[in-house]
Nanobody, 109 residues
């Protein structure tokens, strides 16, 4: 079993930035983030492998950056140039099997 603890969500104006963090109880990869907006399906935001390979959803490419700290079993999501359509609950995943509790990101226009 793996526990994931997320932090860093909040309210920001359009064009602003937020940084999400996710700490796992042990080393596990890949790790990353999905998001789900009201009335929409959960979608991939970003994911990172043990080798450092990254994958991004089309809607966030060029604006979001995922990174990792292996010593802390943690991944981070730097979100820049935020848009109102980025508003969602963001969920950290580990190996697409374990999920965090979710953190709300709200971008006001």
């Amino acid at each position: 079993q793996v526990q994931l603890v997320e932090s860093g969500g909040g309210l920001v104006q359009a064009g602003g930035s937020l940084r999400l963090s996710c700490a796992a109880s042990r080393s596990i990869f890949p790790m990353g983030w999905y998001r789900q907006a009201p009335g929409k399906q959960r979608e991939l935001v970003a994911s990172i492998s043990s080798g450092g390979s990254t994958e991004y959803g089309d809607s966030v490419k060029g604006r979001f950056t995922i990174s990792r700290d292996n010593a802390k079993n943690s991944v981070y999501l730097q979100m820049n140039s935020l848009k109102p359509e980025d508003t969602a609950v963001y969920y950290c995943h580990a190996s697409f099997t374990y999920w965090g509790q979710g953190t709300q990101v709200t971008v006001s226009s």
